[in-house]
């Protein structure tokens, strides 16, 4: 009796096991949840997306001289365009459950083209529209081939081999950090109506499936918190409570400042070169590349994340290439319809996976299905594209927060007593925050980046680069990891790079089939190393 107690008490000192895949996964990525609770699922990943391609298309349209209309349509063309891109990389691409949305990383150089000389001779802000929107799909076209060779020829394969846990750390958290500027100061827009959505997706997350010892509210909280918090953010408005508040607050808080309702059509199906024939241009095309290079590196840290919480195995290095290359067909889309910006794996869908435990492959795919609905009939779609935007920011103050803890989560495979690890951990993060904190603040005074050459081609490269925190973390941490050390042989284990052996080739791990192999037999034709 004395030794079981005494062993029992030895237990508790016990580190935490590693997993390779995340425990407490109600639906992995290979099974799905009941039709009706996917569908609702589904919507809710709908919703999220939805608010990353309004912000973009918010910040682009007017940029680039477009109203209401063309913002309504270039919304429409968005979300037409992430559905086909989600399917593909749902089905042939890294086949983890991951949406394909609109990326931030392409608005420095598409607001660059704009206020280029070129386009200034237009006077016209519609057809000022009109001309950048096709020198915009130019690059992206040209933008798109980069990615493609880089997915396709292996070459991203390559560069992922040597990635450890220690490397992908910062790169994963950063990922998510990174954006904290859409979380809380776009919250604070609208504090009454943001802070309100933030504290109900705590409370239907986190205490009410605690209290009732089951699972399924916490499901269903996003739905819920833009429910409570829309309804009341239209009570606000139709009881007057902005009439007198700024333009600014007005447009945050009110719930028919959008604008889009009246300006979307009922019916509109986006078609390619929607807005005339591309134009390209050296400079532009090479910004872009740059963009999309950025693109890819944040897409790896979403893969990785939305692996983990799909209770996958470690992406082996051939699918994430493989999901690079398709990274790149949807690039080339999105520069076809002329969606005004490339695509990228979204981070805040990734983080609704860790929400709601539900990291269903199938339920992305319903979700895309909801994308090619609503950008068909565009009053509908605009109806919902007219959630202010602080209920959206309230819900990336947790999603957001969900990749970066993913990120957090590959340290166990880590050994953090090395000072070794500590320097290259901590200098990683703390270099891919400040840098991109000193880049952003430098262009917001001044005008334009820190570098400021005579060429604007190659200073939007600099800025795009150094504006990502998470492209700045791996630069940083995937050489310390590689170069600092080598000849000590404890350097290896230190850095986890022994946990993720078997993972480095696709036929290593049993698992990896199960997750990641190509459907309807493919693999024989295409297959992965």
């Known amino acids: 009796m004395v030794a079981g107690g005494g062993?029992?008490?030895a237990d508790e000192f016990l580190p935490h096991p590693v997993k390779d895949q995340l425990p407490g996964v109600d639906y992995c990525v290979t099974s799905s949840p009941s039709w009706p609770e996917g569908v609702i699922l589904g919507f809710q990943h709908y919703l999220v997306v939805l608010g990353t391609i309004?912000?973009?298309?918010?910040?682009?349209?007017?940029?680039?001289?477009g109203g209401n209309v063309e913002k309504a349509e270039t919304i429409q063309t968005l979300l037409f365009v992430a559905a086909?891109?989600?399917l593909l990389q749902t089905l042939f691409g890294t086949r983890l459950p991951v949406v394909v949305g609109a990326s931030y990383s392409f608005l420095i150089p598409a607001v660059s083209i704009a206020f280029s000389t070129r386009m200034s001779v237009f006077v016209d802000p519609h057809q000022r529209f009109k001309q950048s929107m096709r020198a915009i799909q130019g690059a992206l076209i040209v933008a798109s081939f980069f990615q493609i060779i880089v997915g396709f020829f292996g070459f991203w394969r390559i560069f992922a081999r040597f990635l450890s846990p220690l490397s992908v750390a910062p790169?994963?958290?950063?990922?998510?950090?990174?954006?904290?500027?859409?979380?809380?100061?776009?919250?604070?827009?609208?504090?009454?109506i943001g802070l309100l959505a933030l504290v109900i997706i705590v409370i239907f997350s986190q205490y009410i499936p605690e209290r009732m010892k089951s699972r399924g509210a916490d499901r269903f909280a996003i739905i819920v918190s833009i429910?409570?918090?829309?309804?009341?953010?239209?009570?606000?408005?139709?009881?007057?409570?902005?009439?007198?508040?700024?333009?600014?607050?007005?447009?945050?808080?009110?719930?028919?400042?959008?604008?889009?309702?009246?300006?979307?059509?009922?019916?509109?199906?986006p078609y390619p070169f929607q807005w005339g024939r591309p134009s390209f241009n050296a400079g532009d095309a090479f910004a872009v590349i740059a963009a999309s290079l950025v693109a890819i590196v944040e897409s790896t840290g979403t893969f990785i994340a939305a692996s983990r919480f799909g209770s996958a195995t470690p992406v082996p290095p051939s699918v994430l290439?493989?999901?690079?290359g398709w990274l790149g067909i949807g690039t080339l889309l999105d520069g076809i319809f002329g969606s005004g910006t490339g695509s990228t794996a979204s981070v805040e869908n990734a983080g609704l996976l860790g929400l709601t435990r539900v990291g269903s492959r199938r339920v992305?795919?319903?979700?895309?299905?909801?994308?090619?609905?609503?950008?068909i009939l565009g009053k509908f779609g605009a109806v919902l594209a007219s959630i202010p935007l602080s209920i959206i920011a309230a819900i990336y103050c947790v999603l957001f927060a969900y990749v970066a803890s993913a990120g957090l989560g590959f340290l166990q495979f880590c050994n953090l007593n090395s000072y070794r690890s500590l320097f290259i951990l901590g200098l990683s993060l703390f270099i891919g925050l400040s840098v991109?904190?000193?880049?952003?603040?430098?262009?917001?005074?001044?005008?334009?980046?820190?570098?400021?050459?005579?060429?604007?081609?190659?200073?939007?490269?600099?800025?795009?680069?150094?504006?990502?925190?998470?492209?700045?973390?791996?630069i940083v941490a995937y050489f310390l990891d590689l170069t600092l050390r080598r000849g000590d042989s404890l350097t290896r284990r230190d850095s986890g790079r022994h946990w993720w052996e078997k993972f480095r080739n696709f036929n290593h791990d049993t698992r990896s089939e199960e997750f990641y192999s190509l459907p309807f037999n493919l693999n024989r034709f295409f297959p992965s190393y």
Not at 241 to 269: E, F, H, M
Not at 321 to 324: E, L, N
Not at 456 to 467: E, L, P
Request: glycine share 10%; charged share 10%; hydrophobic share 45%.
């Open 84 to 86: 086909i891109n989600t």
């Open 227 to 269: 429910g409570i918090a829309w309804a009341f953010a239209e009570i606000l408005t139709a009881a007057g409570a902005y009439n007198k508040r700024s333009p600014k607050t007005q447009l945050s808080c009110r719930t028919d400042r959008s604008g889009l309702i009246s300006a979307a059509p009922w019916i509109r199906v």
């Open 364 to 375: 992305i795919q319903i979700s895309a299905g909801f994308m090619f609905f609503f950008s």
């Open 321 to 324: 290439s493989r999901g690079v």
């Open 436 to 474: 991109q904190q000193y880049f952003n603040e430098y262009l917001l005074i001044s005008g334009h980046g820190p570098v400021h050459t005579g060429s604007t081609a190659f200073n939007d490269i600099v800025q795009v680069i150094f504006s990502s925190p998470a492209t700045v973390a791996i």
């Open 54 to 65: 309004v912000i973009v298309s918010t910040i682009l349209v007017p940029l680039i001289g």
């Open 7 to 9: 062993g029992g008490k």
């Open 171 to 192: 790169l994963v958290t950063l990922t998510g950090l990174g954006l904290f500027v859409l979380g809380f100061p776009k919250l604070a827009d609208c504090v009454e």
